[in-house]
């Protein structure tokens, strides 16, 4: 077979086995997310039957996923939510590095580890994935609900800080000069503030460029500016997933809802594309001395993420049950974590198999623990206890 053949044949294999896989996971109730890592753990490298052909292709689809993802949930809300949101969320996004970073950072260095490869395991730690998140929400038909916005406000804020994160770490690593490191964040922080401007003051007439009544032109040009943007603000190292938020905020009424129902389809493939891919690109044979370690961490951390949520959600005066799945809403992490540790893989040796092992074990325990918080049982040993009052 040529190589476009068998490129062709491993993609349609993937893709019907995940159709069975969604289907069986639908059955049972659970999301097809740890079905889909687990799937490409055992078609990538180290697995039962590697598929090398097709790598490339699932590594594009990946990244077009995340894009989606966000582009989708940036078109749920306004640019006035969107600034309201993180006004509120200021004091819980501080809270939120200090509960997630530091702990990370404190792994590595009980591991061995140096400064440079401690900073990255904070990074890894804090950082929620945005893409798992906002699947799950989708999932589980929790996008109105009302402790949403506060998930994503803290979203928004973790990414937007990736912007001055991702340039540090790549400084730390290389070794340049202070003075290069603080240019590298200073250009990533203008060409985050410029997105946002534009997309604040320039939302009407941003909208204004595609018209709601033709599906064809419409996918076509909200697909392409989402990409477009999302390329250039990762060209200096601020997060595509952040530009692609922006972009679904700044397009409003009639045209964003219709952005919204012909990009559902094509945000579905993708972000089944982006699991699989996760798989696929980690090499089984070393996880498994990276278990223990990546267990103690995802225990310590998740606990910490819950807290964080639980926290923001009742300063938000959200009920006790939203607060309780504000806080399993952001245990995931994923595609940053990812990316933190290629960039930091050469700081400790078992720098990336940890980081693969530690987004496995966030992925799978949040997509198990998201419906806990609507169990009668998991409502019932966290109503609060009536108080007696002495007759």
């Known amino acids: 077979m040529t190589d476009t053949t068998i ?19 639908n059955r049972f109730g659970l999301s097809p997310i740890p079905l889909y890592l687990v799937a490409g753990l055992a078609f990538g490298t180290g ?3 590697p598929m090398d052909a097709s790598q490339g292709f699932f590594e594009i689809g990946s990244e077009i996923g995340v894009i989606l993802l966000l582009a989708l949930l940036g ?28 702990p990370g950072a404190a792994f590595a260095l009980i591991l061995g ?13 804090w950082v929620t994935s945005s893409g798992v998140a906002a699947k799950l929400l989708r999932d589980l038909g929790r996008i109105s609900n ?32 202070l003075a290069q490191g603080a240019v590298r964040v200073a250009i990533a922080v203008a060409v985050v503030l410029v997105i946002l401007f534009v997309a604040l003051r320039f939302g009407p007439t941003i909208s204004r460029l595609f018209t709601p009544d033709l599906a064809e032109p419409l996918v ?15 060209e200096v190292s601020v997060s595509a997933a952040v530009g692609a938020f922006l972009v679904g905020i700044a397009l409003s009424g009639r045209v964003a809802q219709s952005a919204r129902e012909v990009l559902t389809p094509l945000r579905d493939l993708f972000a089944a594309v982006f699991f699989i891919f996760f798989g696929l690109a980690t090499d089984a044979t ?35 049950p939203g607060r309780w799945r504000a806080g399993i809403g952001l245990t995931p992490r994923g595609e940053f974590s990812i990316v933190i540790a290629g960039i930091a893989g050469g700081t400790a040796p078992m720098l990336a198999p940890l980081a693969a092992v530690y987004v496995f074990i966030t992925v799978i325990g949040a997509t198990l623990l998201a419906r806990l918080s609507d169990t009668a049982w998991f409502r019932r040993v966290t109503k609060p206890k009536k ?5």
């Not at 949520?309 to 938000?316: E, L, P």
Request: glycine fraction near 12%.
């Open 286 to 320: 070393q996880l498994p001395q990276m278990i223990v370690p990546g267990l103690i961490l995802a225990a310590i951390t998740m606990g910490t993420k819950i807290v964080t949520g639980y926290i923001a959600a009742r300063r938000a005066g959200i009920g006790r």
């Open 75 to 102: 078109l749920e809300y306004s640019a006035d939510e969107l600034i309201h949101g993180l006004r509120r969320s200021k004091m819980a996004g501080l809270l939120d590095m200090a509960l997630n970073a530091v």
């Open 113 to 125: 580890w140096g400064p440079a490869a401690a900073v990255a395991v904070a990074g890894i730690c």
């Open 146 to 177: 009302r402790e949403t916005p506060v998930i994503l406000s803290i979203l928004v804020i973790e990414d937007l800080a990736m912007a001055f994160f991702l340039p540090t770490v790549s400084a730390l690593v290389i070794g340049v000069s």
């Open 220 to 234: 076509l040009g909200v697909l392409g500016l989402t990409m477009l943007v999302a390329g250039l603000a990762e």
């Open 387 to 391: 108080k007696v009052t002495a007759p």
């Open 7 to 25: 490129v062709l044949v491993e993609v349609g294999a993937l893709l019907l086995g995940m159709s069975l896989l969604g289907r069986l996971a």
């Open 47 to 49: 697995g039962v039957l």
